[in-house]
C-alpha cells in the first residue's frame, strides 16, 4: 500500500471523532489516557487518543509530578518498535508536509547544521519550561505546544477556532505568533522536505534515538549494493543510505528501498 | 543488540505500568479532555 493511504488511514482512525469537527468540541472519551504516536493534538476536535509530547509536557508541568515515567514508557516502547518509521507513516503533520512537498517546484537542500535546532527546543520547550517555569501554584505551561506546535495549529485551533465565536474573541498575539510560524513551515515544506522534522520536532528526536535499536528497521545488504547512488538521490532528508540508514535524521519512508535498482535495501522487523 | 532492544522494550512497559499506578494516565486524561488553550493559541 503506498506510504500515502497508510498515513491518510492512520489520521483519519485516531481521528474519527467527527462530530467533533461538526460541533466544534472536543472527544472526552476514556481513549484519551492513551498516546497516540505521532504529532496529534488532543485538541484536535476528532482525536481520540493524547499527543505523547503533549502528555510529557502535561504531566511534567502539574503540581504533582517532575519527570512522567507514563509518557517516557510510552515514547520507549513506541520508539523501540518502530524508531522514527512513525514520522514516516504515522504523523499526520509528517504526512501534511509529504503532500505540500509534490507541489512541483524547485526544491532546495537545508543547510545541516539546521538540524540541531530540534535539540535545543526538546531541551528549553518540552523539558525547561514546564518543570522550571511555573505559576503561583506549581503548574507549568507546556512549552512546545503553546509557543511551537504547528499540529495543534493546524489540527486544534483552526476547526476549534471556526466554530467557536467565544474563543475566537480571546485570541491575541500568542495565536498571532503561531499562525505565522505554522505558514512559515507549510511554505517552507513545498520547498524543502520535512523542514519541520528534521529542524524543529522535538517527538522526532526523541523517536530517531531509538533508529540504532528498533525492531522494525531498514538495512543495507552490502553483497547487493553497488554504490549507484541512487537511493541518496531519492532520500528526502537528504541522506546516504548506503551509511545512514541508523541515522537519528531517517525518518524509514523507504524512498531509499524502492528506488534501490538492486534490492539492496530491506525492511526487517526482529 | 537484541538484549537491548528487549531491554528497553520491557524497561518502557515496567515505566508505564509505574507511571499509570501513581496516576499519571489521570492527569493525561485530565488535561485531553479539556481544550488545551495553549495548544489552540490562546494562551
Known sequence: MKRIYIQLLFFLSTNAYFKGFIEGKIFKGQS?????????????PGALGSCPLGALQAVMGSMKFQISLYIMGILMVFGTIFGRMICGF????????????????????????LK????????YFVILIPTLFTNAIGVGDPGFCKYICPSGTL????PL????EGLRSALGLLFTWKTFLLMIILFASIFFSRVFCRVLCPLGLIYGLFNRVSFIRLELDENKCTNC?????????????????????????GECKSSCPTHAIERKVL | MSKIK????????????VGAHRG???????????ICLECIGVG
Open chain 1, 155 to 158: 489540527f486544534g485551533a483552526m
Open chain 1, 161 to 164: 477556532l471556526l466554530k467557536n
Open chain 2, 6 to 17: 528487549y531491554g528497553l522494550l520491557t524497561l518502557g512497559l515496567a515505566f508505564i505500568a
Open chain 1, 229 to 253: 547512488g541512487i537511493c541518496a538521490q531519492a532520500c528526502h532528508i537528504e541522506l546516504d543510505p548506503c551509511h545512514d540508514l541508523k541515522s537519528i535524521e531517517c525518518i524509514r519512508c
Open chain 1, 90 to 113: 504515522l504523523c499526520p503533520f509528517g504526512m501534511i508536509q509529504d503532500l505540500l512537498y509534490k507541489i512541483k517546484t524547485k526544491k532546495f537542500k537545508l543547510p545541516k547544521i
Open chain 1, 32 to 44: 484519551k489516557f492513551m498516546c497516540v504516536p505521532g504529532l496529534n493534538c488532543y485538541s484536535c
Open chain 2, 24 to 34: 499519571e494516565a489521570a492527569v493525561v486524561l485530565k488535561k485531553a479532555i479539556k
Open chain 1, 116 to 123: 540541531y535546532v530540534k535539540y535545543i527546543v526538546l531541551i
